[in-house]
């Protein structure tokens, strides 16, 4: 049997219309930030419909580095597309599956990779994930939004400082955005990060089940 996902982006189109300000990016419209694995993820996204696999698997690694779970689910996609099942459902492990929108696919995915794995491959799919916790795992991406949180900079001066000193932002476009609310959401996505981008994605197909 077969099984194929097809997992699509409708909502990060809003990213094209971004500002840089303190080296971090905001969405032109809404004032948002754009957390930096939307912006990997983003950019994985137009290197996989471009054809370049390859760019799309480093950007769609370096969003999971920052705890994306969408990065990860289509790295562990990857996988399974080339019949890498003990590498695709490592990754998969990886997914605190409640915080998806799409939890039963995504446990009808994981128990059919299970099923048609061997209990060697198991044992292999277990040491994989071990590894792969030590730089995708929860506490190894909180402790890397800290590290981003901590290092951005404008002109040598933490980004955290200099939102202090300023009572608001002005994009490009004209928005202004309130300083500590930008703090605000730089916090948030640290400490509680909603991986909001899962609402972007959308199962519209499944075929079949997996196959060796």
């Not at 920052?66 to 590498?87: T, V």
Request: charged share 25%.
């Amino acid at each position: 049997m077969k099984k194929t996902i097809i997992l699509i982006l409708v909502l990060f189109s809003s990213i094209i219309m971004a500002d840089d300000i303190y080296n971090l990016k905001f969405n032109s419209m809404t004032g948002l930030l754009i957390n930096p694995d939307e912006q990997y993820l983003s950019k994985g996204l137009t290197d996989k419909k471009e054809g370049r696999i390859e760019s799309a698997l480093n950007n769609f690694t370096k969003s999971a580095g920052y705890g994306n779970y969408i990065a990860m689910s289509l790295i562990g996609y990857h996988h399974m597309e080339n019949k890498q099942y003990i590498d695709s459902l490592a990754w998969l492990q990886l997914i605190d599956v409640d915080k998806l929108t799409n939890k039963d696919n995504m446990l009808d995915v994981k128990t059919r990779l299970e099923a048609y794995l061997t209990p060697e491959e198991m044992t292999e799919v277990h040491a994989r994930r071990k590894e792969l916790k030590n730089t995708y795992g929860a506490l190894a991406t909180l402790l890397k939004r800290q590290e981003w949180r901590d290092n951005a900079k404008t002109s040598n001066v933490p980004v955290k400082t200099a939102l202090r000193s300023a009572a608001t932002l002005v994009l490009r476009s004209g928005l202004t955005v309130d300083s500590a609310f930008v703090m605000s959401q730089i916090n948030g996505y640290v400490y509680n990060h909603k991986f909001s981008g899962q609402n972007a994605f959308t199962i519209l197909e499944e075929q079949g089940a997996i196959t060796k």
